[in-house]
């Protein structure tokens, strides 16, 4: 009863503005959100701050045993994470907890501070519950970012009450050539506070970055970053544009290169049928440069970790992303082989309730096929009930 009267809520103070494209900017919005969860989460000890945090624990988490599991080397109290690029600079960290998320993945951080692509950068597209982007790694740098979290007080990695993974990318200025020793720089740097890290090679965003999935400099910069010192378990992120055969390449030398785990899929230059839908500019999506994220690219997400199921040995660690929307696309995704699941652009559009729907539809359908912990969905192919 209060959860829906708390949806209703989300949807009668954003509703209205997040179901049309004009209105206020989409990054305004964001950021507009992101202060108060960084002053939240700086402030989280005070009394009045830290019952409304109690109160809202109280509505978005699931404390659930069948849902918990470990995956390389972290304890998970649940499958749902909060996908990269909404918390560039981890100034929620002390905070994705209380919103129900077992892990939240902060970043992407580069080694040099960066301002990112013109405005406006970030666009809603409503009906088709897509957004695009184009933010290009905007981000106060790896310095920075260690300096935001230890303002935080947050515990360290192992006894945090949700996982922090953080995303690195390669800094505009630096030549691509030299793209290891950037990302090595940041990588040094907050590796001691990172469960895990992630090598993003897939943001449409930063020029040339894409090409970094080719076999011989996905190599050097995995054996580069497998070499700092206290090197987190490693993961790589992936673009939902690569061939198969790329995709089975990449899936190859990450294993042979002692890669713990590939987060697929990133957002995509592919319009689909989307080429002629206008957006706020007034241009068509296919006049548009950036990255589409949301609920078209739920079938391309799908069948990206289905391939890396068959490309990699069944245990190997999936996260499945893009246009996860709903218990039964999270769902769909973990029964394909993914063993975590994150959202983003989902949970804008339905709001904080998303993360609870997700947990109790996924607590209910293991329930319905018989399966005791979340582990026996990873792969099994199960159908939703
Ligand atoms: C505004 C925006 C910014 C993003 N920034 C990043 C980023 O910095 N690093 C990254 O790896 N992915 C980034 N992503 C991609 C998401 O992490 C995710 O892979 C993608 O949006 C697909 O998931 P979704 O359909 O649930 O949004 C961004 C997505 C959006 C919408």
Redesign the pocket.
Known sequence: MSTHRKKDLYKILLGRLLSQDEGIDAEIL?NSALNAIKFASLNRNFPIISSILLKASSDFQRNNSSLNQNVFGSHFKNPLGL????D?NGVGAGLWNYFGFGFA?L??ITWHAQKGNPKPR?FRIAKEKA?L?R?G?NNEGAEEFLKTIKKQQIPMPGDRPCVLGI?L?KSKITPLDKAHEDYSLSLRLLAPLSDYA?I?V??PNTPGLRSLQGTKQITKLIRTLKDVSKCPPLLI?IAPDLSNEAIDEIARVAIENGIDGIIA???SLNRFNLKKLKIKTGNTLEQENG?L??LP?QKR?LEVIRKLRSSTNNDFPLIG?????SARTAWERIAAGASLV??????IFEGPNLVPDILDGLILQMEKHGFRNIKEVIGSEEPWK
């Open positions: 964001t996908a990269a690029g909404f560039k993945e970043g992407t970030l957004a982007n933010m790694f995303n990318g992630v993003n897939s943001s992120k899929i990133n957002t990255g994220s949301g690219l997400g992303v893009g246009g996860i929307s994150q959202i983003y652009t989902g949970w």
